[in-house]
């Protein structure tokens, strides 16, 4: 009797021994349980490869392609362009020097023509020189002249050109008018390169260039019969 107590001792020590270990795992595993969520989960930092800094300096964010393309809009449109367009190239005696030969061929030629030129009038003397003169110029004084020509046209088909405001289209709107001056300054042809879509833009432009005739007589070292250029009307010159 006293043996089988003994067991029945033994064996509550023992369930009561497990029991203790199960709980105190329950308890460990619910404690880390507890650490784990309760740390922040921005505190938790997984790393894959190397790792990277990014700066950012202030608030705006930089989108390179959106700014880029915007930029070039904003570009576009305080671009100032030609009004007038010279459409055919100009044919000019565009004097260039000679070569080494026959510049000293030319020296002789002159000191020879000097010494003929002693038993001549003085008139033609002065004749001869503003020949010459004129019949030498260099590209840089023709691209000048050529800029203050087409200034002057521009400058008076601009004074011509009116519209009343009432007509005046609410969107941006160009015309181009093709143009023939003579070398006397009258005007040999005028017609539309380029329509704007609106008839009374069109026609104001049409009528700025026919009131403007005669235009001023061509440079005299222009040796083609006319000059054709192009003549762009833009809405915002009237604006």
Aim: zero cysteines.
């Amino acid at each position: 009797m006293t043996s089988r107590a003994f067991n029945n001792g033994h064996r509550g020590t023992n369930s009561k021994f497990h029991k203790m270990i199960f709980l105190s795992l329950a308890a460990h595993l619910i404690v880390i349980t507890i650490i784990f969520v309760s740390i922040p989960t921005t505190s938790r930092h997984l790393t894959f490869g190397p790792a990277y800094s990014v700066q950012l300096v202030g608030s705006e964010v930089v989108l390179p392609n959106n700014n880029s393309s915007l930029l070039k809009d904003i570009l576009k449109t305080n671009e100032t362009t030609n009004p007038v367009i010279i459409k055919r190239k100009i044919t000019s005696n565009v004097f260039t020097p000679a070569k080494n030969h026959e510049i000293s061929k030319l020296n002789i030629e002159k000191a020879v023509g000097a010494i003929r030129q002693n038993h001549r009038d003085k008139p033609n003397t002065s004749t001869a020189a503003s020949a010459a003169s004129q019949a030498k110029i260099s590209e840089s004084e023709i691209n000048t002249q050529t800029k203050e020509y087409i200034g002057v046209v521009w400058s008076r088909v601009k004074k011509n050109w009116t519209m009343p405001q009432a007509l005046m289209p609410k969107e941006n709107i160009e015309t181009i008018i093709d143009v023939k001056i003579s070398r006397s300054g009258t005007l040999e042809y005028v017609g539309f390169e380029k329509r704007s879509g609106n008839r009374y833009f069109d026609d104001s432009a049409l009528r700025a260039v026919k009131k403007s005739s005669p235009f001023p007589p061509l440079p005299y070292w222009i040796m083609d019969k006319n000059i054709e250029i192009g003549i762009r009307f833009h809405s915002e010159e009237l604006r």
